[in-house]
């Protein structure tokens, strides 16, 4: 039996190749909140923004996690959150991502 290295509970799958950390929700919604564009533009400069150090830290190492790809057992559970959360924040192609379009579902 084996462990999903994001929740911890036993799952028989196999590994697959994702992020180090799952997409986490109440981090999207605080980037979006302060602006996708002003944290990840390209022109961003973050002590213009109002974050506090603890938040800006832990978007650090959130980003790195979440860019860093290995081989890694995931639960089905968490694989299908994190698609979700995928679409919800990142499959974007409307071209306008500037908050208020997000509805948060309550579970
Ligand atoms: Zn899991």
Redesign the pocket.
């Known amino acids: 039996m084996k462990y ?1 290295e ?4 036993s ?1 028989t799958n196999k590994p697959v190749h994702v992020a180090q950390t799952p997409i986490l929700e109440w981090i999207e919604e605080r980037i979006n909140k302060i602006g996708r564009k002003q944290i990840w533009g390209e022109n961003s400069d973050w002590s213009k923004l109002e974050m506090d150090s603890d938040f800006e830290a832990e978007l650090l190492v959130y980003d790195q996690l979440l860019s860093t790809v290995s081989k890694s057992t ?2 089905t ?2 694989l299908k959150e994190d698609e979700r959360m995928w679409e919800k924040y990142y499959d974007d192609d409307s071209g306008d991502d500037e908050g208020g379009m997000f509805v948060v579902v309550e579970e």
């Open positions: 999903c994001w929740c911890g509970k799952t995931v639960c559970r968490c």
